[in-house]
């Protein structure tokens, strides 16, 4: 193991790595519970999503591990999962086996991207406001969704969204739990999120949301996830939206995690050296995501609590791998929480990815407007396709009609056509 991982020339040894990767464990394990029910709104049967969720983050912990012997954390992301679940199954109307195999097309691009020079082409390709839009725009919409699931905002016939039934069970455990997170982020208690989460299930419990008698006898069981696994449907490869859905879902992967591997590897790490391995191993792993049954899986910024507690190589993510592979032992107790435990953490998530708006350059308003576009067009149109669409056909227009068209790349002009033209198709049809 310690010549596997290098840890000598690490300065590192099994003790420090093993209790890194309970660290990243304990921080990251809530997403075993948010991904399934996420999941489960686009079709996939809750136990079969959290059955994928935990193979393919222990499969994802396991390559960069020995791919990039980095203690990077690779799990089902949020964003890319509300990508999956509201735009590409809820509005572009895939079902959840067509979107699988969007997912794996997906994965295949992505290593085409990380095994060349077309990321580093890509990146300096789009700009930087529209990038950091795009983190923005998918933290509001997590946000509303938390809201909707919590009760806190309803669908209303005049105003289209409303303030919900303050006195009803769902919302006031949702606000309490709400109360109690916060508390525990902001004062940075080791485990947040999953304390929340068993707080949240408890508080549930007492309004007569949860009624522990249901809970499954059986501990774990692949009867659904049978038809899950291996169920990536093609059968739409050679449609607008299929192919809109792989594009879209590349584009935010590629970004997301060039700019995680980028602040974690290099900056906390400082290690650029696993950079260009640790991007191959999350490219790999979106394929594995798509054939298991899940959203693809990204480096989390969870994987920051690791390496602060003194993780440095690939030894942090094969221990918190496994941990996460030990929760399918706890499948009848994941079954069991509620939404009120799942929503806040949602909100709070959201406003975390909200913090990215200070580095768009809102004193320029040719970039300011398209990543304005993005960022409301997102939860508004509850899409998140065709909010960055939005953003994108109005970038080049902007720099056009300030005589800044030299400020635009042939790469991120294409992308734009191609959103247009997805548009007009939608038109025609």
Known sequence: MRGVFKLKYHQTNVKKEVI???TSFFSIVYIIAVNAKILEDAGIPLEAGIIATVLSSLVGCLLVAFMANAPLILVPGMGINALFTYTIVGSMGLNYMEALGAVVLSGILFILVAFTKLSTILSEAIPASLKESISVGIGLFIAFIGLQKSGIVIGNSHNFVGLGDLS???V????INLIVTLFLFL???PGNFLISIIFGTFISWLFGIVKFSQLDADFISFDHYKNVLMSADFGKITTIPFWTAVFSMVLVLVFENIGLVHSQVNGMLQAPEKSG???KAISISTIVCGFFGTSPSVSTVESAAGITAGGKTGLTSVVTGLFILLSLFFIPFIKLIPDAAIAPILIIIGGLML?????????DFTEAFPAFLVIIMIPLTYS???GIAFGFIAYPLAKIFTNNHKQLSLSSFIISLLFLTNFLL???H
């Open 384 to 386: 998140i396709v065709d």
């Open 355 to 363: 913090t990215n708006v200070v580095n768009i350059e809102f004193s």
């Open 172 to 175: 006031m455990a949702s606000i």
């Open 168 to 170: 009803s069970p769902i």
């Open 426 to 428: 939608q038109v025609v």
């Open 277 to 279: 391995r640790s991007l």
């Open 20 to 22: 890194a990767g309970l």
């Open 187 to 189: 004062k940075k208690v």
